[in-house]
C-alpha cells in the first residue's frame, strides 16, 4: 500500500496501479479515454492529465498522465489544479474539432463517454474555425455500423481488435489528423469478437447495427440481467427491451466469467426473440392439420385430458432451466423422463459432468483460464463451441509477458511497453483438432489428427507425463510433440487441459482428465475445463445424474414407440434423432404436446402447443460448462398468452396433483425443492436472491430513472397509462422506482452513475477497477474440488485407420449457425450458411467434386443426406466434417463411417470457378 | 584546423571507397578499439564528453552505458541503429556525411556496437537518401569482403551483422522510437518511456539509436582519444559540429567547424552573410523545430548549452534564416503546415492541437486573424509546447517557431490582424 496525497486530501491506495485507476477506484472523477480497465495504458489521448509535485515545496507541479503514473508512496497529485483542468478542457475542445454535431441522431448519444466527459472537463464554446475533416464509412457486416467522423483517435478499438482479441482485418489507417480505423476494404468484420468494439468504443463510431436500425433511446430501454444462453460458457448480460421487443444484449461484468467482453453469437444472437413467427397462443390441431388458438385454460384442459392416457413422457432440452426440466420430471416420474440430448450428446454431456464432478483438478471459471501457463486443447474447436473460452485463451498466452515485464519492474498495465518487450513471446498452447483453428496463430503447436488418434496423443503425454505401459503414439513427429507438450505441461504452475464434447468422444474427455490428474499428482495447480453443447447442458446433466441405463435417450424412446402422449419442453426433437427417428415420432406417439417460445419442426407437428416465454421474458437458472450456476431475469413480461415453462409446467403438475408440487407457487419455490431433492444441484439457491430480496427496503428497478414516453408508448391504442406490471416472482421491477444501490452482481439490471452514463460506469459498481463488483459476483459454483485423482491408466485407445472410400465423420461447429436460436436472430443469420460437409483436397479428387458441388452421403443407417461440398486443404485425411447443427445434418452422428458420392442432381448455389480460384475454407 | 568529419569529403562530393578510405588511414580506429575491451571503449566515449548530434544533445556515453552488459543482459540479440532518417526541415548535414563518407560510418557502427555488445546494426536511411543508400550497401558488402565485417571481424572474435533499411520517409521515423516501430514493420508510432530502448528496444531487445553525426565521430575518439576530442572544442562541449545555414545569404552551405564556433562566424565567414537587399531578422539555429533567435544573439557560441540559455536549442546545428522581405507568419504557418502533416496521429494535443494551430495561422496570413487569435496561439504554446503533454518531442519542437515568433515578431502578426492582410504580400 502507498499514501499518496491528491488535492490536499490523503489516501492510502494500492501500490504500483496507476493514478488513473486509483483515481476511479477512489471514486474521483478523472476523464479519459485511450486507458481500459482490461487493456491498460498507452497514454494516447492525454485526457486523463494531473498536476504532480515533486515535494512539500514544489508549488508548480507538472502535468503527468495519471493513466501512465504509477502511484508510489508519498506522491502529491492534483485534478483540481487549475493548469490540469485547463488542459484536460483543451483535450475536449481539441477532440471536437472534427467530432460532428450529431448527438441528436447518434446511436451512442445518453450512454456516450464522450459526451460524459465533455460536460466533465467542463469544454462548451468552440473557438475553431476550420472546416471538419470528414471520413467516408465502411459496411462492415450485418453486426456492427460504423460512422468514421464520429472518432475521436483513441485507438481502443484497434488495440482490442487486434492486440486483445487477435484480428487482423481493423486497423489505423494513415496519418496526423486523417487516421482512419476500419478494413482494407468494406466486409464483413471477421473477428469472432468484434461485437465488443460497440462498448470499447467510447464514441458513436461502432454501433450495434441492430440496435441503429430500430432505434431507441438507450435510456428507454427496460434491462435486466441475463445469461447468455447462446453456449454452456454462460457469459452474464444485460438485455434491454423496448415496445415489447429485444433492442440489445450488453455485457454485464462478471469478474470470474466474462468480464468486460462477449462473444458475437451471444452479444447478436438474441434476435430470435423477436421473430413474427413466435408462438403468442396456445394452438390445437384441428384435424385438418391447421391450428385453432386457445386461452391457457382451455389450454391446459386439453393438456391434462391428453396426460391422462396410461404411457406418458416427457422430453426436457438442455437449453430449459434447471426448474423447467426439475417440474417436467416430476410431473411424468423419473422413469418416463428423456433429457432430450441426441445419441452423441448425451453420452457426452453426462461423462464430461462426471469427470469434472470428480477431478482434483481446478474446474477453471475463465478469469482462471486467463491465468494458465500453458495449455493443452485435445479435440475441441473452441472458438466455434465456446468461443468466450477462446479469448481468454489469447490473454492466458501472454502470462509469459507479463512476467518478462516483472523482471524489468513494469507494471501489468503498461500495455504498450509489455508488448514491445515481449514480441511474440508466449506461454506454450498447444491445439489437437481435426484441421485448422482460429487459435492456431497464437499457438506453439497445431496438429491435426482424427478424434481417436487426438485421444492417442492424450495418451502419448501422459506416457511422457507419468511413464508406465509405453504407450507411444506410434508416429515419431507426434511422439515428439508429446514430449513437448509433456515438458511444456510439467514446467508450468498452472497447466490447464482443455477438451470437451464438440467431437463427441469421451475418450478424449476421459485422457483430458486423465491428463490433468497427473499434473494435479505431480503437485502443480492443473486445471481441466470441458467445453459443453448448450446453455444448460451441465444442468440438465446434473439433474439427469450417471447411470447409464437410468438415463433415457431419445432416439431409442421413439423407436420403441408405444407412448400415449409425449410432452417436449423446448426442444427440437428434429435437431436429436435421425431422419428416421423423426419420422416414426409422429408415429409412435399418439398425443404430441410441446411447450417452446419457437415454431420448430416438432411444434409444427404436436397436437397441441403451448407458447414459452423466451430467457428475456422469464426466469430460470442454468448451469454453465464450469458448473456455476447462474440466474436470467425477464427484461419485459411475456405477451399474451406466452407464460414461462415452469409455469405451465407447475399448472400440470398442480392438476395432475403432483405431491411433490402441492406446496410450490413460486418460480423460488421450485428452485428450492429441486436443490432440495437433487444434491448435486443444492448450491442453485445461491445463484442469485430470492423475490424477497430488496435494497434499502426497495426493489431493483429495471428502468432507468431517464425512463421517458411510458405513456406515449401506448398512445396510439389508449391515453389512459395501464397499472405497470407486478412481478412476483423476482426482486426486479418493470418501474423507474427502486434502489440500484449495494445491489447484488445477480441482480444488476444496468450500469449508471450520476456523471458516467456509458458502460464505463462500471467502476462505480466495482470494488476497485477491475475487481469484482461491490454487490458480489453472480453465480455460484456447483463444483468443488472434491474429486480424487484417479490415477488409473486407461488403455492406449486404437489408432485411427482411414478406410478405402469410407469416411469418419467429424462434426465441424460454426460460431454462427451451430447453436439452434442465436441462428435464428437476423443478423446472425445473414452469417450463416447452408448445412455443408468438409473433406480433404485429396478426397474431392478421389470424389470428382468441386467447392459448391453436392455429395450424398450414406450408410447402412443414413440415407437422402445431401451437403454441400467444402474442400478443407487442412482437414486430416479419412474424414469428413459436417456442419453441426445445421438444418441437413441433423442425425448425422460424430464417428460414424460413410460413404460419399457426387450428387449429379446438385443444384449449385454459386457457378463453378475455374479451378485456380479454387481455395479452401475460410 | 582539424576537421575530421570532413577530412575525406572533396569539393566536388566525389565519394570515398574502402580503398581510399584505407589509404587515408581509415579503420584504424577499428584496430584500436577492438584491441580494446568494450568497457574501455566506452570509457573513451564517455570521458570524450561526445553528445548526441540528433538535436537532444544527450551524452553518448552515458547513454550506452544503460545497456546491460555481460551478465546483466538476458541472452539474445542486441542492436545498434544509426539514425539517418534527417528530415529536420532546414537539415542536410548527415547526406553530406553520407554520401561522401560512408565509411567514416560504418567503422564508427562497428565500434559502437562492439562498445555495447551487438551484434546486428541497421542503418535506418530516408529513402530519398538513395544514393547515400546505395554507397552504404556497396561500403558494407566490401567490408564484408575484407572481414571488416560479418562473423569473427579481423580475427577479434567480434561479429556483427550490419543492413540498410530505406524507410518510406516520414518525419516522426527519425524519432528513435518511432523508428523501431517502424523498423519492426508497425506504424510509426513512437513509444512511452520508460522503458528506454537501451533497456527494451527493437523486437524488445536492448538497442541504441544514434545519429550520423554521432557515429561518425566514434572511429576519431577511440583512435584519437577524449582528450584530442575535447580539445577540438571552443568551449565546454567538445569536438567538432557539422553546422549549415540555409536562407537568404550569399554562400548556404554546410561546414565542418569547432564546437561553440560563434554564430556570427558561422553565418558571416562562412555563409557570407545575408544577401544583398536582404536584412536578417531572425533565424531558427538548429533545424525547424528550434526557437528563434535575432541579430542579438550572433556573438553567442554555437553549442548545446549556451544556446539552450538564450531560449532556443542547437538542434541539428542546421540555421534557417528569416530576412526581411518574408513574412514571419507565413514563414510560421509553412513550417506548422509541416508539423501538423508530420504528426503520427497519436496523440490528441498533437495530431488535433497543430492543424489548429495551423488554421489559425492560415486565417492570421489571409487576413481572417481576430485579435483573440493570438490568445488562442498562447493558450496552443502552452496547451502543445509543454515536454510530457504529448507523447513524444515533436509537438512541443512543432511549436518552438510559433512560440519564438509570438515573442519577437508579435507586432507583425498583429499587423496581420488589424490590417486585414499580410503585409508583405500588400507590398508586392
Ligand atoms: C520528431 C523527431 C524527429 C527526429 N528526427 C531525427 C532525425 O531525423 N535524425 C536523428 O538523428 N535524430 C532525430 N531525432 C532525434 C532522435 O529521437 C534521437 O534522439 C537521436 O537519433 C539520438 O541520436 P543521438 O543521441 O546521436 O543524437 C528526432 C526526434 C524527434 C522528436
Ligand atoms: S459519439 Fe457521442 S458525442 Fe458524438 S455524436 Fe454520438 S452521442 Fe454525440
Ligand atoms: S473508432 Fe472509436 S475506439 Fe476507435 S479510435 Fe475512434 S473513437 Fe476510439
Ligand atoms: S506528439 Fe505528435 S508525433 Fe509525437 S506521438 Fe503525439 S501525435 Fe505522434
Ligand atoms: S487515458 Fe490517459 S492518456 Fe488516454
Not at chain 1, 391515453?719 to 441482480?747: I, N, Y
Not at chain 2, 574502402?18 to 566506452?42: F, I, K
Not at chain 2, 524507410?167 to 522510437?177: D, H, Q, V
Amino acid at each position: 500500500m502507498a499514501t499518496i496525497r491528491i488535492d490536499q486530501q490523503e489516501y492510502t491506495v494500492r501500490d504500483g496501479d496507476n493514478l488513473l485507476q486509483t483515481c476511479l477506484s477512489l471514486g474521483l472523477d478523472l476523464p479519459y479515454f485511450c486507458w481500459h480497465p482490461a487493456m491498460g495504458s498507452i497514454g494516447a489521448c492525454r485526457q486523463c492529465a494531473v498536476l504532480q509535485y515533486q515535494n512539500e515545496e514544489d508549488q508548480r507541479g507538472r502535468l503527468v498522465m495519471g493513466c501512465m503514473t504509477p502511484v508510489s508512496d508519498g506522491a502529491i497529485f492534483s485534478l483540481q489544479g487549475d493548469k490540469a483542468q485547463r488542459f484536460r478542457k483543451t483535450i475536449v475542445e481539441s477532440l471536437m474539432l472534427n467530432h460532428p454535431h450529431d448527438c441528436p441522431v447518434c446511436a451512442e448519444g445518453g450512454e456516450c463517454h464522450l459526451q460524459d466527459m465533455t460536460v466533465m472537463t467542463g469544454h462548451r464554446d468552440r473557438s475553431y474555425r476550420g472546416r471538419k475533416n470528414t471520413h467516408r464509412n465502411q459496411y462492415l457486416g450485418p453486426l456492427i455500423h460504423h460512422e468514421m467522423n464520429r472518432c475521436i483517435t483513441c485507438y481502443r478499438c484497434t488495440r482490442y481488435y487486434r492486440d486483445y482479441a487477435g484480428g487482423t482485418d481493423l486497423a489505423a489507417m494513415a496519418a496526423h489528423d486523417h487516421i482512419y480505423f476500419g478494413r482494407h476494404e468494406d466486409g464483413v468484420l471477421e473477428s469472432e469478437f468484434a461485437g465488443n468494439l460497440v462498448e470499447v468504443c467510447p464514441t458513436g463510431v461502432f454501433t450495434d447495427r441492430q440496435l441503429v436500425h430500430q432505434y431507441t433511446r438507450k435510456w428507454d430501454l427496460q434491462s435486466a440481467p441475463s445469461v447468455c444462453t447462446a453456449c454452456a460458457v454462460g457469459c452474464n448480460i444485460v438485455v434491454g427491451e423496448r415496445y415489447g421487443k429485444v433492442k440489445r444484449v450488453h455485457n454485464r461484468f462478471n469478474a470470474e466469467v466474462n468480464g468486460y467482453f462477449l462473444c458475437d453469437r451471444g452479444r447478436f444472437g438474441a434476435g430470435f426473440v423477436n421473430l413474427e413467427s413466435r408462438l403468442e397462443f396456445p394452438a390445437l390441431r384441428r384435424p385438418d392439420g391447421r391450428y385453432d388458438a386457445l386461452d391457457h385454460h382451455r389450454a391446459l384442459e386439453h393438456a391434462l385430458r391428453a396426460m391422462e392416457a396410461e404411457k406418458v413422457a416427457a422430453v426436457g432440452s438442455p437449453r430449459a432451466s434447471v426448474e423447467a426440466n426439475h417440474l417436467l420430471r416430476l410431473l411424468v416420474g423419473n422413469a418416463r423422463f428423456y433429457p432430450g440430448w441426441s445419441r452423441g450428446e448425451q453420452g457426452a454431456a453426462i461423462r464430461a459432468m462426471e469427470l469434472l464432478r470428480d477431478t482434483e483438478a481446478t474446474v477453471p471459471d475463465l478469469a482462471q483460464i486467463e491465468t494458465a501457463d500453458a495449455v493443452l486443447i485435445l479435440g475441441e474447436d473452441v472458438t466455434n463451441t465456446s468461443p468466450r473460452v477462446a479469448l481468454s485463451l489469447r490473454q492466458a498466452v501472454r502470462n509469459r509477458a507479463r512476467d518478462m515485464a516483472g523482471e524489468l519492474r513494469l507494471l501489468p498495465w503498461q500495455d504498450a511497453a509489455i508488448r514491445n518487450l515481449a514480441q511474440d513471446t508466449r506461454n506454450p498452447l498447444h491445439i489437437a483438432a481435426v484441421s485448422n483453428t482460429r487459435l492456431d496463430d497464437v499457438a506453439a503447436s497445431h496438429t491435426c489428427l482424427a478424434p481417436p488418434d487426438i485421444a492417442r496423443l492424450g495418451a502419448a503425454v501422459l506416457e511422457e507425463l507419468l511413464p508406465g505401459e509405453g504407450q507411444h503414439f506410434g508416429d515419431p513427429t507426434v511422439d515428439a510433440l508429446a514430449q513437448q507438450i509433456a515438458r511444456d505441461l510439467r514446467q508450468a504452475k498452472r497447466p490447464l487441459i482443455i477438451a470437451g464434447a464438440g467431437y463427441g468422444n469421451t475418450t478424449i474427455m476421459e485422457m483430458a482428465a486423465e491428463l490433468a490428474a497427473a499434473l494435479c499428482h505431480g503437485g502443480c495447480e492443473a486445471m481441466l475445463s470441458l467445453c459443453q453443447g448448450e446453455a444448460n447442458s451441465m444442468g440438465l446433466a446434473l439433474l439427469t445424474g450417471t447411470g447409464g441405463a437410468r438415463v433415457h435417450r431419445l432416439e431409442d424412446m421413439i423407436v420403441q414407440g408405444d407412448i400415449d402422449t409425449l410432452l417436449v419442453l423446448e426442444n427440437d426433437v428434429e435437431r436429436r434423432c435421425s431422419r428416421r427417428g423423426f419420422k416414426l415420432l409422429r408415429k409412435h406417439v399418439k398425443t404430441l404436446i410441446t411447450l417452446d417460445s419457437l415454431d420448430t419442426a416438432t411444434t409444427s407437428l404436436s397436437d397441441l402447443v403451448l407458447p414459452t416465454a423466451s430467457f428475456a421474458e422469464s426466469e430460470g437458472t442454468l448451469v454453465n460448462h464450469a458448473g456455476r450456476a447462474q440466474r436470467y431475469f425477464p427484461a419485459f413480461p411475456p405477451a399474451n398468452e406466452r407464460r414461462p415453462a415452469w409455469f405451465w409446467l407447475l399448472a400440470l403438475a398442480h392438476e395432475r396433483g403432483i405431491e411433490a408440487t402441492s406446496r410450490l407457487h413460486q418460480f423460488d419455490e421450485i428452485t428450492r425443492h429441486c436443490a432440495a431433492s437433487i444434491p448435486a444441484l443444492a448450491g442453485i439457491t445461491e445463484a442469485a436472491p430470492r423475490s424477497q430480496f430488496r435494497a434499502h427496503g426497495l426493489r431493483v428497478p429495471r428502468q432507468t430513472h431517464r425512463y421517458s414516453g411510458r405513456t406515449a408508448m401506448r398512445a396510439a391504442l389508449s391515453v389512459h397509462e395501464p397499472k405497470q406490471p407486478q412481478d412476483e416472482e423476482t426482486p426486479l421491477a418493470f418501474s423507474m422506482e427502486g434502489s440500484q444501490r449495494d445491489t447484488p452482481g445477480a441482480l444488476l439490471p444496468y450500469f449508471w452513475s450520476p456523471g458516467w452514463n456509458s458502460n464505463q460506469s462500471l467502476h462505480r459498481y466495482q470494488k476497485a477497477v477491475g475487481e469484482p463488483l461491490r454487490g458480489g459476483t453472480a453465480g455460484s459454483r456447483l463444483l468443488y474440488r472434491q474429486g480424487h485423482a484417479t490415477l488409473e491408466r486407461a488403455a492406449m485407445p486404437g489408432a485411427f485407420e482411414p478406410r478405402e472410400n469410407q469416411w469418419y465423420l467429424v462434426p465441424r461447429h460454426a460460431i454462427f449457425g451451430s447453436d439452434e436460436l442465436s441462428a435464428l436472430s437476423p443478423p446472425l443469420r445473414e452469417l450463416t450458411h447452408p448445412a455443408w460437409l468438409e473433406i480433404t483436397p485429396a478426397a474431392a479428387q478421389a470424389l470428382q467434386v468441386i467447392d459448391g458441388d453436392g455429395l450424398i452421403i450414406e450408410n447402412e443407417r443414413l440415407r437422402g443426406y445431401r451437403l454441400e461440398v467444402r474442400i478443407n486443404p487442412s482437414l486430416v485425411a479419412g474424414c469428413a466434417a459436417y456442419s453441426a447443427g445445421h438444418a441437413g445434418t441433423f442425425g448425422l452422428l460424430p464417428g460414424e463411417w460413410v460413404t460419399l458420392q457426387k450428387d449429379p442432381d446438385w443444384q449449385r448455389r454459386e457457378p463453378a470457378v475455374i479451378a485456380s480460384d479454387r481455395g479452401g475454407v475460410a | 584546423m582539424d576537421r575530421p568529419l570532413t577530412r575525406n569529403i572533396h569539393a566536388d562530393r566525389r565519394p570515398i571507397d574502402l580503398r581510399g578510405y584505407r589509404d587515408n588511414g581509415g579503420y584504424e580506429g577499428l584496430r584500436v578499439g577492438l584491441g580494446l575491451s568494450p568497457a574501455d571503449c566506452l570509457q573513451r566515449i564517455k570521458d570524450s564528453n561526445l553528445r548526441g548530434r540528433g538535436g537532444a544533445g544527450f551524452p553518448t556515453g552515458l547513454k550506452w552505458s544503460f545497456v546491460p552488459m555481460g551478465e546483466d543482459c538476458s541472452p539474445g540479440h542486441k542492436y545498434l541503429i544509426c539514425n539517418a532518417d534527417e528530415m529536420e526541415p532546414g537539415t542536410f548535414k548527415d547526406r553530406l556525411l553520407l554520401e561522401c563518407d560512408p565509411h567514416q560510418l560504418i567503422e564508427g557502427m562497428i565500434l559502437a556496437a562492439y562498445t555495447i555488445g551487438a551484434d546486428v546494426a541497421y542503418i535506418f536511411i530516408r529513402s530519398e537518401y538513395h544514393i547515400a543508400a546505395q554507397r552504404l550497401r556497396e561500403g558494407i558488402v566490401d567490408c564484408e569482403r575484407e572481414g571488416l565485417l560479418g562473423d569473427n571481424i579481423q580475427g577479434s572474435g567480434y561479429s556483427l551483422h550490419m543492413h540498410v533499411h530505406a524507410s518510406a520517409g516520414r518525419y516522426i521515423c527519425g524519432e528513435e522510437t518511432a523508428l523501431i516501430s517502424s523498423l519492426e514493420g508497425k506504424r510509426a508510432n513512437p513509444r512511452a518511456k520508460p522503458p528506454f530502448p537501451q533497456v527494451s528496444g527493437l523486437w524488445g531487445r536492448p538497442t541504441i539509436v544514434n545519429n550520423v553525426e554521432t557515429l561518425s565521430n566514434i572511429a576519431h575518439i577511440i583512435e584519437r582519444g577524449p582528450q584530442w576530442f575535447n580539445d577540438l572544442g571552443l568551449t565546454e562541449d567538445a569536438g567538432t559540429k557539422m553546422y549549415g545555414v540555409s536562407g537568404r545569404v550569399k554562400n548556404p552551405g554546410c561546414w565542418e567547424l569547432p564546437m561553440g564556433t560563434p554564430i556570427r562566424t558561422v553565418l558571416e565567414e562562412y555563409a557570407g552573410g545575408m544577401a544583398d537587399g536582404y536584412e536578417l531578422r531572425g533565424f531558427l539555429p538548429g533545424g525547424g523545430s528550434t526557437d528563434f533567435l535575432t541579430a542579438d544573439h550572433l556573438d553567442l557560441a554555437m553549442d548545446y548549452d549556451t544556446i539552450g540559455k538564450a531560449g532556443s536549442r542547437l538542434g541539428t546545428g542546421t540555421l534557417i534564416v528569416l530576412d526581411d522581405a518574408t513574412c514571419p507568419v507565413g514563414f510560421v504557418k509553412n513550417l506548422m503546415d509541416f508539423f501538423a502533416q508530420e504528426s503520427c496521429g497519436f496523440c490528441t494535443p498533437c495530431r488535433d492541437g497543430l492543424p489548429w494551430s495551423a488554421q489559425v495561422l492560415d486565417d492570421i496570413e489571409n487576413g481572417q486573424g481576430k485579435p483573440e487569435d493570438l490568445d488562442t496561439l498562447e493558450r496552443q504554446v502552452e496547451f502543445i509546447g509543454a515536454i510530457g503533454n504529448t507523447h513524444c518531442a515533436l509537438a512541443p519542437g512543432a511549436m518552438e517557431p510559433l512560440q519564438s515568433a509570438l515573442k519577437y515578431f508579435r507586432a507583425d502578426f498583429e499587423a496581420h490582424i488589424n490590417q486585414g492582410c499580410c503585409p508583405w504580400k500588400a507590398r508586392q
